[in-house]
C-alpha cells in the first residue's frame, strides 16, 4: 500500500462521467443551468478545445438554443474541438 501511495503521483488524475439520477429528475432548465456550469470545468479538463468554443456553447444554452447546440456539438466533435463526453453532455441534457 505504501508503494501505490508513494508514486500515487505517477497515476494520471481524469475526470468521468456516468448516470445522474438527479439530472434524470431535473427539468430541461435545471438541465441546462448543470451544462453552463460545468462548461468551464470541461474546458479545464480538455474536453473543450478553447474559450472560443466554450463562450459559443454558453452564449447558445443561456438563449435556449438547444437544437442549435445539438447540431454544433455533432460538428465540433467530428472538428475534434470536443470530446465523446461533451458531445454526449449536450445531446442528452438540451432535449
Same mark, same amino acid.
Given at each position: 500500500?505504501?508503494?501505490?501511495?508513494?508514486?500515487?503521483?505517477?497515476?494520471?488524475?481524469?475526470?468521468?462521467?456516468?448516470?445522474?439520477?438527479?439530472?434524470?429528475?431535473?427539468? =430541461?432548465? +435545471?438541465?441546462?443551468?448543470?451544462?453552463?456550469? @460545468?462548461?468551464?470545468?470541461?474546458?479545464?479538463?480538455?474536453? *473543450?478545445?478553447? $474559450?472560443?468554443?466554450?463562450?459559443?456553447?454558453?452564449?447558445?444554452? =443561456?438563449? +435556449?438554443?438547444?437544437?442549435?447546440?445539438?447540431? @454544433?456539438?455533432?460538428?465540433?466533435?467530428?472538428?475534434?474541438? *470536443?470530446?465523446? $463526453?461533451?458531445?454526449?453532455?449536450?445531446?442528452?441534457?438540451?432535449?
Amino acid at each position: 500500500m505504501d508503494a501505490i501511495h508513494k508514486y500515487n503521483w505517477i497515476v494520471p488524475h481524469g475526470y468521468t462521467i456516468c448516470p445522474d439520477e438527479r439530472l434524470a429528475k431535473m427539468g =430541461l432548465q +435545471g438541465r441546462l443551468n448543470y451544462l453552463i456550469i @460545468r462548461l468551464p470545468q470541461m474546458l479545464e479538463l480538455g474536453w *473543450i478545445e478553447n $474559450e472560443k468554443v466554450m463562450q459559443w456553447y454558453k452564449e447558445n444554452i =443561456l438563449a +435556449g438554443k438547444t437544437a442549435e447546440v445539438r447540431a @454544433r456539438a455533432k460538428s465540433d466533435f467530428d472538428k475534434k474541438l *470536443i470530446t465523446s $463526453e461533451v458531445l454526449a453532455l449536450m445531446t442528452y441534457l438540451t432535449k
